[in-house]
């Protein structure tokens, strides 16, 4: 019996490709605008009602945004709403933002399971930074995340101590990085005594474990993030759609 040929993807899904390699390739940055969708669909020889497909999936997986009256924009982690785009640690009552503690940020050879994760090679270069996240006057946050130094090559403590705004908006800004989506995996941990002392809080006390694998375009992972969570004040939320 001959095998039937594989099915082409939809044209609409064909364009959204189409304009993630060209969001990859940099051809449109991170808050710059796209072009009209009539200037797309005769870029791609496509109809309008095409285009708008391709743009409401690439809006539904936050790589653009759409504003009204004004068009169609590249997501971008610098927006004023969008700087803790990925942390889901909300305040039970009115307290304020984060603010950062930068711990350290150093190179160092990426262990076996780092280098798993972000698709090195065993013991290729990382940098690994450390900070505390504090809310109240009290630390809140411990985070702790590894980059491929060929991505990040020039990030020092003094960069981002330099950088006002979200690391994620320096990562644009600085580096041409742009996280699209991540990948979380949460469990309860004792707090061991290293971050307990960091935490000012008892050692073994409950604390949520929430590590992350971050991915710029093309899936390809760029940042793995372990963090523990002080939760007395504070509680994980995630909107399900």
């Not at 640690?89 to 050879?109: G, H, I, K, M």
């Not at 985070?143 to 705004?165: C, M, Q, R, Y």
């Not at 004792?190 to 307990?196: E, Y």
């Amino acid at each position: 019996m001959p095998s039937r040929k594989p099915r082409s993807a939809p044209l609409y899904e064909q364009i959204r490709q189409l304009i993630v390699a060209a969001l990859a390739a940099g051809e449109w940055k991170p808050g710059e605008s796209l072009p009209s969708e009539a200037a797309l669909a005769e870029r791609f020889g496509a109809s309008a009602g095409t285009v708008r497909r391709a743009l409401d999936e690439l809006t539904a997986e936050h790589l653009v945004e759409r504003r009204q009256g004004s068009g169609t924009f590249v997501s971008t982690h610098a927006a004023p709403r969008q700087p803790f785009r990925f942390l889901r640690l909300v305040p039970d009552d009115d307290a304020q933002a984060f603010t950062r503690e930068l711990l350290s940020c150093r190179r160092l050879r990426a262990t076996a399971p780092i280098a798993l994760a972000l698709g090195l090679r065993p013991a290729e270069p990382v940098i690994e930074v450390r900070r505390l996240l504090h809310r109240r006057e009290r630390p809140v946050v411990l985070d702790e995340l590894w980059l491929p130094e060929k991505n990040f090559e020039g990030l020092t403590a003094e960069v981002i101590e330099s950088h006002a705004g979200a690391l994620y908006a320096l990562f644009e800004a600085r580096f041409g990085v742009h996280m699209v989506r991540a990948q979380e995996q949460l469990r309860a941990v004792a707090a061991p005594r290293q971050a307990a002392v960091l935490l000012r809080v008892p050692e073994g006390q409950p604390l949520l474990s929430v590590e992350r694998l971050a991915f710029t375009y093309g899936d390809r992972p760029v940042e793995l993030r372990r963090g523990l969570y002080l939760t007395d004040h504070d509680h994980y939320r995630n909107d399900l759609n």
